[in-house]
């Protein structure tokens, strides 16, 4: 049982990793458009 927890814990820290680091393209993508358009 410790297994399948320490198992699922792992899984849900790396799926919030990539899940995060889509989140700041994302924003960093806008904030290049808004640029964009301001000059």
Same mark, same amino acid.
């Given at each position: %049982?410790? $297994?399948?927890?320490?198992? %699922?814990?792992a899984i849900l820290? /790396?799926?919030?990793? *990539?899940?995060t680091e889509g989140?700041? $393209?994302?924003?960093? +993508?806008?904030?290049?458009? /808004? *640029? +964009?358009?301001?000059e």
């Amino acid at each position: %049982m410790l $297994r399948l927890t320490l198992a %699922m814990v792992a899984i849900l820290g /790396i799926a919030a990793c *990539e899940t995060t680091e889509g989140f700041g $393209r994302d924003v960093q +993508n806008a904030g290049e458009a /808004i *640029e +964009n358009e301001a000059e």
